[in-house]
């Protein structure tokens, strides 16, 4: 029989440290309820606090409509436009509650791939995310958790009702009136990867796992401008005046979109790759920047490492894994259809990003749906059980994974082919994924990427088209636009429209 000790009771239990588990934390914390925050690594952690572009508020409520628009054609028919819409609307009263914190926004918007305005506010030069983060984390009564894996999620009478973890005592349960994964993406996958070394798609693997319903999982977006070294180039850098040039120094972009430079990451990503293959390789030239010390100290910093100097040498890049636009799917408000579970932040599925997410538009989805979420999961709230019974937890051998990250770079990386996903999707599901009634933080880790990795080769081969960030170079062309989700072990085609439903039950 297993053995676990009794950690903790709380009303909302929050998995994640990243903007959306935090500001979800300080909402609950501010109606009273009892909250924990758990961090499977030591703050702070996460994505967020790499994310160097902003937050993608609307400059007033007449430029709503016009960030809307950006936002629909980088989502490529796939956004949901009332819930995009809705979050933008409500962005505003955002910025205000974060300013009348004194986080330090810098007061001229900058402008960013895909936006048609300058609409982007920073924090701290380059380092806009980790600056977002430790402010909310230094308004926050209760420190959170750290160094806790989640390993399953508890249930009683068919709702999630609290989480088994692994911590420094051994395996412990957290009994909950309602949990929130807050737990970022898959971003780990990939060999070359923007994303912190723990993202490994935990929180999507606890949620299928219970009953919940996954979407859209093949839309991996691949930042266009990544150093060697992983270090990503914002964006900005490219607002501010910095081009991409080919092997033989030639500008490029014009040739690619009307956009040029600041066309949407997808077409760029895409554009760096042919480039890369037809001449060998690509450089970002930020000569032209003014200030650029000064604006962007996180990319300079990051070039020196690699003894280059970014005033003086264009900058070798290449596309990396960046943000998961699928993901646990839910409503406008964070449920995700199993009572007593709530999504929020890359872990989620909202309808905001489509088939493409817009540049900065995720720190801004995950402080509306952060709030949201934890309201809605307050609003439904049931008294913790006595009673709990832990799911099976998801493993595989953690030796599979380079193998498993170079297959996974050349099958489901920016450009994709239907015989390279048949031969992946087989060598996937060769791999051992195991249940267990507990098992160590590498072993889930291995377990949830081996799982996302079939889901994505699934999605991929199911859709016979491109569409923004997912290009098919046997399929080069839009079809009409649906979902793909997966029910269990079921894998299907859904409209547009299909209304939220209740998860399935686990699996």
């Known amino acids: 029989m297993l053995s676990t000790s009794f950690l903790a009771e709380t009303d909302l239990l929050i998995l994640g440290a990243g903007v959306a588990g935090i500001y979800a ?21 996460g994505s967020t606090p790499w994310a160097q572009g902003g937050v993608a508020f609307p400059l007033d409520a007449a430029d709503v409509e016009a960030h809307l628009q950006d936002t629909l054609q980088a989502g490529r028919g796939l956004v949901e436009t009332e819930v995009a819409r809705s979050i933008l609307e409500e962005a505003p009263f955002h910025l205000e509650k974060l300013l009348s914190w004194d986080l330090p926004f810098h007061p001229e918007p900058v402008r960013e791939g895909g936006h048609s305005r300058a609409r982007i506010r920073h924090l701290g030069g380059d380092r806009s995310g980790l600056w977002l983060l430790k402010g909310l984390l230094a308004r926050l009564s209760k420190p959170p958790l750290q160094g806790y894996t989640a390993l399953s999620l508890l ?9 088994l973890l692994l911590g420094p005592e051994g395996l412990v349960q957290v009994r909950a ?10 971003g780990s996958l990939f060999p070359l990867s923007t994303a912190p070394p723990g993202a490994s798609g935990d929180g999507m693997a606890l949620a299928w796992r219970a009953g919940a319903i996954l979407r859209d999982l093949e839309f991996v977006q691949f930042h266009p401008t990544v150093l060697p070294n992983g270090a990503l180039v914002s964006e900005a850098a490219r607002g501010a005046g910095a081009v991409l040039l080919n092997a033989w120094g030639e500008r490029f972009m014009p040739r690619y979109a ?3 430079e600041l066309a949407p990451r997808d077409v760029v990503a895409q554009a760096v790759f042919w480039e890369r293959q037809r001449t060998g390789g690509v450089y970002l030239d930020l000569r032209a920047v003014p200030h650029l010390e000064e604006r962007f100290p996180t990319v300079v910093a990051s070039a020196r490492a690699l003894r280059l100097d970014p005033g003086k040498d264009p900058l070798p890049v290449a596309p990396a894994a960046h943000y998961v636009m699928g993901g646990v799917r839910t409503d406008a408000f964070g449920r995700t259809g199993l009572p007593g579970l709530y999504a929020a932040g890359e872990v989620a599925s909202t309808g905001l990003h ?5 540049a900065s538009n995720s720190l801004l989805e995950g402080l509306v749906m952060g709030k949201r979420a934890a309201l809605a999961a307050l609003r439904d709230l049931q008294e913790p059980p006595l009673q709990v019974q832990a799911l099976p937890v ?8 380079p193998q498993l990250r170079q297959q996974a770079e050349e099958a489901l990386g920016v450009v994709r082919e239907g ?3 048949r031969a992946f999707l087989a060598f996937a599901e060769a791999l051992p994924l195991e249940e267990k009634p507990w098992a160590s933080r590498e072993e889930v880790e291995a377990g949830s990427l081996l799982l996302l990795a079939r889901w994505v080769a699934q ?24 979902h793909t989700e997966v029910w269990g072990s079921t894998f299907k085609q859904a409209p547009l429209d299909l209304a939220a439903a209740p998860g399935r039950g686990p699996a």
């Open 419 to 421: 015989e390279r996903l």
């Open 459 to 482: 999605g991929a081969l199911l859709r016979e088209e491109s569409r923004g960030c997912h290009f098919r170079r046997d399929f080069p062309q839009e079809r009409e636009p649906f």
């Open 155 to 163: 249930m009683t009478e068919g709702r999630v009702a609290g989480v």
């Open 177 to 186: 009136g309602a949990v929130l994964l807050a737990t970022g993406g898959f």
């Open 25 to 45: 934390a300080l909402w609950a914390e501010a109606e009273g309820a009892r909250t924990l925050v758990v961090s499977k690594d030591p703050l702070p952690s």
């Open 354 to 358: 489509g088939a493409n997410r817009l």
């Open 258 to 260: 009307e956009l040029e």
């Open 394 to 401: 998801l493993t595989a051998p953690p030796s599979l994974l």
